[in-house]
């Protein structure tokens, strides 16, 4: 056998090594294209959707994408974006469980139903204490967001059985609730002598 032949029989031999199975990589792809679609999630402050993963290095299907091995694949804990909640009503977004609903403005019209956050749903607790993260983890809290287009930036949480209006700052308290806990700088809403149950 010449050099030249047993120089190309070892290098037949060292690429076929790996049988170049897209399995031994699972983000793979042949075509030299991002091996995984990024995944869009919902920012529970700011309501708008935001692509995390995607574009890892998998061009050599015998080694671990390193990316991903890395942990650059990590995903925030915030709701998956266009999934089944979305597209609902406000009454059907209320009673579907992981679904929960949002409001904007002043006038707190029902905008949408989102998702939970992945580590939801959780239930219980006092949701007027909420922040925007801690809400999104409630499917039985709603969310309040100020004008914006499409949506303005989260301004309170409240529970999902309760008006959506936040009432006024003023007036008398005639009712035997007690006031909710509101965070510092705020006041408890009220309307037709009770608690609104916002801040």
């Not at 983890?137 to 409240?158: E, L, M, V």
Request: charged residues 15%; proline residues 7%.
């Amino acid at each position: 056998m010449t050099y030249a032949r047993f120089v190309g029989l070892a290098l037949l031999v060292a690429a076929t090594g790996c049988d170049d199975d897209d399995d031994q990589c699972q983000f793979y792809d042949r075509g030299g294209a991002p091996g995984i679609a990024a995944i869009e999630y919902r920012d529970p402050v700011s309501g708008t959707c935001q692509a995390f993963g995607g574009g890892y290095d998998c061009a050599d299907p015998c080694q671990p994408c390193p990316d991903y091995a890395t942990g650059a694949a990590a995903q925030p804990d915030w709701a998956q974006c266009y999934q089944q909640c979305e597209g609902l009503d406000e009454n059907t977004c209320k009673g579907t469980p992981s679904c929960r609903a949002i409001y904007k403005g002043n006038n707190t019209v029902f905008h949408e139903c989102w998702g939970v956050a992945q580590s939801g749903p959780v239930q219980g607790g006092n949701c007027v204490a909420f922040d925007a993260y801690e809400c999104s983890r409630h499917d039985d809290c709603i969310a309040i967001h100020a004008d914006g287009s499409p949506i303005g930036s989260f301004s309170s949480c409240a529970p999902e059985t309760s008006d959506p209006n936040p009432g006024s700052c003023v007036g008398a308290i005639t009712c035997t609730t007690a006031a909710p806990a509101c965070p510092s700088g705020t006041l408890a809403g009220r309307a037709n002598g009770c608690w609104t149950g916002y801040c």
